[in-house]
């Protein structure tokens, strides 16, 4: 194993990158992996998950088709994932969709964002990037306007690249 | 804002009914509430908490974000172009406006 | 040094009767050992698995008659380093008696534990050594296929591609741009593609001083961010411009035949000299081996870097999922030596000893100017786990007597780990 000099220490990274003008993560990350504080906490299971979904679906049937959820089998860069929530059967005036949630499981707060569209809107097709706090399954819900819940779902293995990020 | 948001829309003059694709982005810190400063204090939450987009006077999309989305936020969504009329943006955090971007949409 | 047998029988555990002896040894001859790639991971592995084991039969397949490091090869673009220095040979390992075969691995067979070669060979194998490095994901970034490399190159494994890339830049008219487009997804050596700006910097500073460098990223931050961007300050001042994703870096389109890469936000930056490095996946055999997940890199046991869906194949570096430690030759060679342990106790029929592993990223920002970040790891239920108040990273206040001294530590680095693995300098 290589030597390196005694000067060497773990930096504030993030205070570096402040002075140099850089990003300032107000982040969810890991905590072992940053160099700041945080009281940020995974959930222990689903349970708060199952709740929103619950609440969501009001009592109506979920269904698990006609909405793709695409996002990153790895997410190597948990400050910033890209997921992608659309419905996939056809939106016309008849059947439209009205909403959309975005929930990752195991985050402090898990539901993640909400969408609303309406009759003009003609689609349901949103991108968004997410933090994530560790590996987790991610789920979306859509409501259709005839009452049709749609659910998708999927799982993401959270492994940051390393090497001083 | 420090700078205007960034837009990038995929047609100005769609075909009747054509899908437009929109995406968005703004600079905001999404301060999520949970992380500590030097003093152990905890930094208060700071998010982005709405945007809109509407075409004329017809909402499109209403967008609530929680602190699980990314610092400075990014979104991506498309509408069936029925009519022409401005494309207008509208973001708000707990301070009310934050931003907002207009496009010119004129269907052929 | 090389460790006697009865060193090695010792080392595995007192109480072993004599009468075991015999059989464990002709155990150990017997046995055969392949190992596919013959790079950090695998020649590593090949090299330990003799020193651990004078017996063993071991087997070595690489397709390229001489390798070839990604580490420095950047140097080579900024002119610090020629390409004789980076290229190592593989009869140092044959000295050792190891049989190396230059030929590509194509299928495996974990139940028949047989592996396949492009010269219609097969080798039946007791246990299997993967470490095939990356594939690129072609066409995941549009416009960006096998053909288009040969126009836009991205060097981003060592060979013909970094040739042509240098070839490119000495090209260039002064006054041009250098673009770099920065991928999506995990990809190998973090911190890579931000030395490679900073040396191709320095070429242009000595050669070409009216030319820029864009680096167009897919995420706002990167390795050793404040330290790169300390150092190109100092050495470069304005010549080396990063685009970060909330910046408008994220690039969704290339075209090579006009060198032009296409933003999210529909901004087009026509290169002069364009560096694609495209998104990445494990190489080839892995998934043809049924070691890699959906995330198209291979999970292991981190005790023993053992594939976590096919029983005796091991797999090494790049291709595997062994976060917190980053995808780099350092860590494939700390990744090899576990795994070489693991396979010498698992033919004994015992458990591997505890897993450790350091690794060290070196970056040249200029020459004389290093910075780094070094890690420690270990073990902990199946999963790599850093261990805490392990390693550090280059401090930002430090002059150049400091600089200069991790320049000369990297080079070393260089020259020791090439020198173990390959017996060459």
Known sequence: ?165 | MARPPRIWISNETPAPGEIVRVRAQMVHVMESGLRLDASGQTVPQDILTGFTASLGDSLLLEWTPEMAISQNPYIEFTFAARHSGRLRMVWTDRRGVVAQADRDVTVG | MRATRRDMLLAMGAGMGTLALPQILRAQAAAHVAVVGGGFGGATAARYLRRLNPDLRITLVEPQEQFVTCPFSNLYLGRLRDWDSITHGFDGLRAAGIEVIHARAEDVDGSARSLGLSNGARLDWDRLVLSPGIDFRWGDLAGYDEAAAELAPHAWKAGPQTQLLRRQLEAMEDGGTFVMVVPQGAFRCPPGPYERASMVAHYFKTHKPRSRVLILDSQDRFAKQPLFRQGWQALYGEMIEWVGQSDDGLVVEVDASTRTALTAFGTRHKADVLNVIPPQKAGLIAERAGVTDETGWVPVRADRFESVHVPGVYVLGDATIAAPMPKSGFCANAQAKVAAAAITADLAGREPPPASFANTCYSLVGPGWGISVAGVYRAEGGKVVEVAGSGGVSPLEAGPEFRQAEADHGAGWYASICADIWGTA
């Open chain 1, 1 to 165: 194993m290589t030597s390196f000099g005694s000067d060497m220490r773990r930096r504030d990274l993030l205070a570096g990158a402040a002075a140099l003008g850089g990003l300032a993560a107000a982040g969810l990350g890991p905590a072992a992996a940053q160099a700041q504080s945080t009281t940020a906490m995974p959930q222990i299971d689903s349970a708060e998950a199952d709740r929103l979904a619950a609440e969501f679906a009001a009592g109506a049937e979920v269904l698990s088709q006609g909405l793709a959820l695409d996002l990153p089998a790895l997410g190597d860069n948990p400050a910033a994932v890209p997921v992608r929530v659309h419905v996939t059967e056809p939106i016309t005036d008849a059947s439209w969709c009205s909403e959309i949630i975005v929930i990752a499981d195991l985050n402090p707060g898990p539901l993640a964002c909400r969408f609303r569209f309406t009759a003009a809107t003609g689609s349901a097709d949103v991108t968004v990037r997410l933090r994530l706090i560790r590996s987790m399954p991610v789920r979306a819900y859509a409501r259709m306007e005839d009452g049709r819940v749609l659910m998708a779902r999927r799982d993401i293995t959270v492994a940051p690249g390393g090497c001083g990020l």
